[in-house]
């Protein structure tokens, strides 16, 4: 009997490893913390999870698909600075869709790249990421757009059903992310490409149009983010976001998302994104200095990943 | 069809391999022979010696982590944690020199400060099987925040002449850390080409599973070839130290994708198994060239960013349609 317990708590604690550490971390604070509970700090935690959160939908499926994006922080940059300057003009929901849409066209642009020219994502999207700077700064000439729309203020700062609401478009992203992925064929592709791209080309799956669409969906997702961080901040430029690719694929990974591609799972990517969060949070409840939250954040990046490599080796043989 | 038996036929000096990579720096070389010479039209100043010693000193530092990075990615792995290592390595000398530490107890405590993290990187790779990606990322971070907390978020101005004097002296006209990153080539190219230690680096970068195979212990490669790259790092830590002279624990941010693109521009391969150091020297003097002439002409420096990342994406699709030319499988270029 104990026997099986123990064998379902190591399945679960294998399955679900970011889960389990993200819940024991809140059990924790709140036995430990008596302004960690506080509605305000959750509400914080939450807002502050969507930004990355966010972004990290998008690239899971990016990397399940067997490539990643480094042009993110300019492009989510390039949307905010888009909606803040639609926003006064043409209201609340075209700016919007406009900077949804603009970021759609930016990945489109990455995907092109990596399938038409050929290059690697990774040096493509770095190249991109210089471009997407360059075209930022050129466009906003280096200065900060000030943006004073309220409805659109309370995209970042509001809240909805008590919830707030950057982390209820999170919440959204994740189930049109989860359903793609998932419950369409084009999900399925996604997963085929990831494992084995020869193989997918030989069974006719159409690579290089999975590919854009995926590029394309990162994009969609950043511009969201941007909107969102732009509303939170009631600004947007040019280098508000550096930085923002590592997080996210920071976020993916702790997760539990495979960097070689064919495997992971979005439900960890939102964990993990919350759990950056809550780490950082938690240092600062406990009044620990901003600069050692750097040292704590690679720690836990590297202890993630590790005790994963450990437990491969020395517990349990890879499923 | 030629494919076949030209890689059958090993010949030891111009394999295949090594012709791509020789005309991977003459391209490389006739880009920045135009850019010379069409700035130069535009703005004679351009071609003065001040304005080429400025460029090769500027070079200095991607090149010199450059080299340590090839070696890297010629094992295929990477290292984002460079800009923190950097930053590390700067505050520690920058710190030591300002309260009256001899410069080369200074300089020594700095590069063995990247000597460690560096090293700490490898034993994450390769002892708890952490990808090169994620290990460095991680230390990205670490490095940033012990920088940081070491400088207690302030700066320092490094006082000590003789310091500074690194990156203002010359031997026989050639400034100094330009000298420095000579001789750093010098090694890293014997130490890739000439050594057994850098065929099993180009042997487990190729073909990890066949280097194992045939008896290369990963582990100790992993370790050193990280805590090279860390030392490089750290060696431009404290050349940003002597030419600035005035360090806080936030120089050297986003100093990795500088690094990485030179690399790549190089010709050295993401995939892994080869590496062209004297590219990576030729693509930093050409981004230095590229950065020196917007200056001179007065161009914003956005187009600096414009430029960099077209030349790379250019450069790539270069290679990438070449190799396909060339009848190789696209397959093994990829992510």
């Known amino acids: ?319 | 069809m030629s494919t076949a038996s030209a890689s059958l036929r090993r010949p030891g000096r111009l394999s295949p391999r090594r012709l791509l990579d020789a005309m991977q720096s003459l391209g490389l070389l006739a880009v920045l022979v135009v850019v010379f010479i069409g700035v130069s039209i535009a703005e004679p100043r351009f071609f003065s010696s001040d304005s080429i010693k400025a460029i090769l000193i500027n070079s200095s530092m991607l090149a010199v982590c450059g080299f340590g990075m090839t070696l890297a990615i010629a094992l295929r792995g990477i290292d984002l944690s460079v800009g923190s290592v950097q930053a590390l390595a700067a505050v520690v000398a920058a710190k030591l020199s300002s309260t009256g530490t001899p410069l080369a107890l200074a300089i020594a405590a700095a590069l063995l400060a990247g000597v460690i993290a560096g090293a700490l990187n490898g034993v994450v790779i390769s002892q708890l099987r952490v990808p090169a990606f994620v290990a460095t990322l991680g230390m990205m971070s670490i490095a940033r925040g012990v920088a940081l907390i070491y400088s207690n978020g302030g700066s320092f101005l490094v006082s000590d002449s003789s310091f500074t004097d690194i990156s203002r002296d010359s031997i026989a006209g050639v400034p100094l850390p330009f000298v420095i990153t000579l001789l750093a080539l010098l090694a890293a190219w014997t130490l890739f080409n000439h050594t057994p230690f850098g065929r099993h680096i180009a042997a487990a970068g190729g073909n990890e599973d066949a280097a194992v195979a045939s008896g290369i212990r990963l582990a100790p490669l992993v370790i050193i070839v990280f805590a090279i790259v860390g030392l490089t790092a750290a060696m431009a830590g404290v050349l940003l130290t002597a030419q600035v002279a005035y360090i806080d624990g936030t120089v050297g941010v986003g100093f990795e994708l500088n690094v990485i693109a030179v690399v790549v521009l190089g010709g050295t391969s993401l995939a892994g198994g080869r590496g062209n150091l004297l590219g990576t020297l030729l693509a930093a003097i050409l981004i230095a060239s590229i950065t020196g002439a917007l200056n001179i002409l007065g161009v914003a420096t956005l187009y600096q960013y414009l430029a960099v990342g077209l030349l790379l994406i250019l450069a790539l699709a270069l290679q990438s349609l070449r190799d396909r030319l060339a009848g190789r499988s696209s397959a093994d270029g990829g992510e």
């Open chain 1, 1 to 319: 009997m104990s026997d099986r317990v123990r064998s379902a708590l190591t399945t679960v604690i294998a399955r679900y490893t970011i889960e389990v550490v993200l819940v024991t971390l809140v059990i924790v604070l709140l036995l430990t913390s008596s302004d960690f509970g506080s509605s305000q700090n959750l509400d914080g935690v939450l807002r502050q999870s969507a930004f990355v959160g966010i972004g990290a939908a998008g690239m899971t499926l990016l990397i399940i698909s067997g490539a990643f994006d480094l042009s993110v922080a300019p492009m989510l940059a390039l949307c905010g600075i888009l909606a803040g300057h639609l926003v006064g003009d043409v209201g609340l929901i075209l700016a919007i869709i406009a900077a949804l849409i603009f970021g759609g066209l930016l990945g489109t642009l990455n995907g092109v790249i990596v399938t038409r020219l050929r290059v690697p994502a990774f040096v493509a999207t770095l190249g991109m990421q210089y471009v997407y700077l360059a075209v930022a700064l050129a466009w906003t000439n280096g200065a900060v757009v000030v943006i004073t729309n309220t409805s659109f203020l309370a995209l970042g700062a509001g809240d909805a059903l008590g919830i707030p609401t950057p982390f209820l478009f999170m919440i959204g992203t994740y189930a049109v992310c989860w359903y793609l992925l998932w419950r369409t064929r084009y999900g399925r592709q996604v997963r085929a490409l990831g494992s084995n791209e020869r193989a997918s080309r030989v069974a006719g799956i159409p690579i290089n149009r999975v590919k854009v669409a995926t590029f394309a969906l990162v994009g969609v997702c950043v511009g969201l983010a941007g909107v969102l961080l732009a509303a939170l901040v009631s600004s947007a430029d040019s280098t508000v976001a550096t930085g923002y690719e590592l997080n996210v694929i920071a976020a993916v990974v702790v997760g539990g998302t495979s960097l070689n591609g064919g495997r992971g799972t979005l439900v960890g990517s939102f964990t993990g994104a919350i759990f950056f969060t809550l780490v950082s949070n938690a240092l600062d409840l406990y009044g620990i200095g901003s600069y050692w939250q750097y040292v704590a954040t690679g720690l836990v990046l590297i202890t993630a990943l590790g005790v994963e490599g450990l437990r491969r080796r020395f517990w349990l043989q890879p499923a």
